[in-house]
């Protein structure tokens, strides 16, 4: 049973640029949620997709974007890169009629220069 | 929103020894889990624990939903226990997070 998976696994770019970054749910998940883990922090919530639709959303910029496809594996996608954007990105994925409990993926490491 | 408080922020074992880890929530919840989380950023996930009591080897987990916290037992420690223990709850769909305890099980 093939877990949460995520791509690639480390990243550099340079201020300004984009970045996509990729997740593949667990078997049998239906639902992907997105978080921002700062570096001596707890991960933050950045916003969750069902049904190919942005469900929920945390508090961040609309630079930050997403999609879910009809395989329901999803990309994060963020425009004009900060230096604080730095930071380990996980994927969770969960299945939606059970409601709850959230499966983590490996991460992004992704550095702004 | 809710907050989430883990006490204590560091902790340092001895192989071997006992320790018991704690999350406090400001509102109610239907949702908690703890995970582990390893020097490579992997989020383990441990227990799923709304409410009430669970084993798991050496680990066991108790919620008092009621009284708003949830403690992680930890027995016999061993030095593959270090890293980062994290507890989550829920809020409409996204999961809250604590600000960890850092483990180190020294041999």
């Known amino acids: 049973d093939a877990g949460v998976t995520q791509s690639p696994t480390h990243l550099i770019k340079t201020r300004g640029q984009q970045v996509t970054l990729r997740c593949s749910p667990k078997?049998?998940?239906?639902?992907v949620s997105w978080y921002q883990q700062a570096l001596g922090q707890g991960p933050q919530f950045i916003f969750q997709?069902?049904?190919?639709?942005?469900?929920q959303r945390g508090n961040f910029p609309d630079r930050f974007s997403g999609h879910q496809f009809p395989n329901y594996s999803s990309e994060l996608n963020v425009n004009a890169l900060l230096l604080g954007d730095s930071a380990l990105y996980l994927c969770?994925?969960?299945?939606?009629?059970?409601?709850?409990?959230?499966?983590f993926g490996p991460g992004t490491r992704l550095t702004v220069t | 929103g809710i907050q989430v408080e883990q006490s204590p922020p560091d902790l340092i074992l001895q192989e071997g020894a006992n320790s018991t880890l704690r999350c406090n929530f400001s509102d109610s919840v239907n949702n908690l889990q703890w995970f582990h989380q390893n020097p490579w950023g992997q989020l383990i996930n441990l227990f799923y624990?709304?409410?009430g009591t669970k084993q798991n080897g050496r680990l066991s987990a108790t919620t008092v939903a009621t009284e708003r916290y949830s403690l992680l037992y930890i027995s016999s420690s061993q030095t593959t226990d270090s890293g980062v223990y994290f507890c989550a709850v829920r809020s409409s769909y996204k999961l809250i997070f604590g600000s960890g305890t850092r483990l180190l099980v020294r041999p």
């Open positions: 969770a994925s969960s299945y939606t009629g059970t409601g709850t409990e959230q499966y």
């Open positions: 997709y069902y049904e190919e639709e942005e469900r």
């Open positions: 624990i709304p409410s």
């Open positions: 078997s049998g998940h239906d639902t």
